[in-house]
């Protein structure tokens, strides 16, 4: 088997595993962009609080994300959906604990503003937990529900 083809068992080689993580950041890239766009829309617009926004807008990000991650990042489409929808349930509903719990410490500790205050809460979260837990975890070729396979 050459180095850079997938196998049946979902193994990458490292050119593969490149474009699985540059694929991962752009999909990350887009799910920020709404995320971002629902948070000043709520705050500017709909006049919430900052923090009562984040979750809205975590909430949105994390559905664009999911969809592309399981049509465009990892290409698991073809796997549980149920088995990954409560993995990653898991995951999101534990990231956006972290990302309002690190809104709320950005605003009341140093006084950021809350647009640098999401950038950085975010930025933290999506490289501590998010990254991690999507690529060996919610999205694993390997194992738990993402054995199942047709034909």
């Known amino acids: 088997m050459p180095p850079h083809s997938s196998s049946a068992s979902g193994r990458l080689g490292a050119p593969s595993r490149f474009w699985e993580w540059i694929r991962h950041h752009a999909t990350a ?17 709909g006049h919430l609080g900052p923090v009562a926004a984040t979750p809205i807008a975590a909430a949105s990000g994390a559905a664009t994300s999911f969809t592309l991650n399981r049509h465009f990042t990892y290409r698991v489409a073809d796997r549980s959906l149920p088995g990954q929808l409560w993995r990653y349930a898991l995951v999101s509903g534990c990231s956006l604990g972290l990302n309002t719990l690190g809104m709320y410490l950005s605003l009341r500790v140093p006084h950021m ?35 199942r396979r047709s034909g």
């Open 113 to 147: 503003h809350y647009f640098p205050a999401r950038v950085a809460t975010s930025t933290i979260v999506s490289n501590v937990w998010n990254y991690p837990l999507m690529r060996f975890f919610v999205f694993n070729q390997n194992g738990g529900t993402a054995r």
């Open 29 to 45: 890239v887009i799910a920020t962009i709404v995320d971002y766009s629902v948070l000043v829309g709520s705050v500017e617009v």
